[in-house]
């Protein structure tokens, strides 16, 4: 069974769900993760190859100059005497080979100076990883692993490096393009961001999540040529908000999309569990649709239009 596919409580497919737990290509193959391995899928659903790569999380991504995926797996070492998760990024090419790889424990071995917070952290997420120590600690916890790309002279994209968002950090790594030496950290000041990707001006885009104290969440922007941030957009209903998770991602120059995704429930908004907003840039207005969570703490949302419960009128 694919690990692309969502089911409805039927246990009918629902749909796709693309960066996840899998890429998609046009002609429905895709490349696919599970806690053991990851795998491509020819269009006629079946396993071409398997690469036992242990432990990925969060995404896979589709690269925009080759034909090469974007994934990030998990490596424990000891970090002030404890056993800890680090993220590894890895590039590998349409034939399951690994290109490039990058430790992000190797470079902060020896680089404390890169860190917010030097201090490993408890963290929960880790729980639905069978077999693992509930009680785990982490230092980066990567959700986001992208290219960073320029148009060419004859306008397709060339890569110029690429860009890791660590949360527990609160920091994006920019690495090199041949993923072997960091080149800039970029603190956001702020404990959780989500879901980062670059838009079609080379600016970034990324979710910022809400604190207890501020339960509102936003769609914020960094220019990687001036250094400086910006609210694209940000949410005036405290129930569309999220403590962590989520995503955002432009449709259009002036239409926007949230998944504001509450995968760890807090006290200030009911859980609805997911809640996907459409936003109008030019009137700063948008509508939403609330979706109810298909198991808790799975990640996996029911996305079958007649599982909507409320919605505002359409732009």
Not at 24 to 48: C, E, M, T, W
Request: charged share 20%; net charge positive; proline share 3%.
């Amino acid at each position: 069974m694919s690990a692309c596919r969502l089911y409805d409580l039927d246990g009918k497919m629902s749909a796709f769900a693309e960066g996840g737990n899998c890429a998609i290509n046009p002609d429905g193959s895709h490349y696919s993760r599970n806690l053991k391995s990851l795998r491509f899928v020819g269009a006629d659903q079946k396993l071409i190859w398997e690469n036992p790569v242990p432990h990925t999380h969060h995404q896979l991504v589709h690269s925009k100059v080759t034909g090469d995926f974007l994934a990030m797996h998990s490596e424990f070492k000891s970090w002030n005497g404890k056993a800890t998760r680090f993220d590894v990024l890895l590039v590998l090419n349409d034939k399951g080979q690994i290109t490039k790889r990058f430790s992000l424990y190797s470079v902060l071995k020896n680089h404390s100076d890169l860190l917010r917070y030097a201090t490993a952290g408890e963290t929960n997420w880790y729980h639905m990883l069978a077999g693992v120590n509930k009680n785990i600690l982490e230092m980066t916890h990567a959700n986001s692993f992208i290219e960073l790309t320029e148009a060419g002279a004859d306008g397709t994209p060339k890569l110029t490096g690429y860009l890791v968002n660590c949360t527990f950090q609160s920091k994006f790594f920019i690495l090199d393009p041949s993923l072997s030496n960091v080149v800039k950290v970029i603190d956001l000041n702020d404990r959780s961001t989500h879901s980062v990707t670059q838009m079609a001006d080379g600016r970034l885009l990324f979710y910022r999540n809400s604190k207890p104290k501020k339960p509102l969440s936003s769609a914020e922007v960094y220019d990687l040529k001036t250094n400086q941030f910006s609210t694209l957009y940000k949410s005036n209903n405290p129930y569309l908000s999220a403590s962590a998770c989520s995503s955002v991602q432009m449709i259009t120059a002036d239409k926007l999309m949230l998944s504001h995704s509450q995968c760890i429930p807090s006290s200030n908004k009911a859980d609805y569990g997911l809640a996907v907003e459409f936003v109008d840039l030019k009137e700063q207005k948008s509508f939403y649709y609330l979706l109810h969570k298909n198991f808790p703490h799975s990640g996996t949302y029911l996305i079958d239009g007649r599982k909507f419960v409320e919605s505002r009128p359409k732009l």
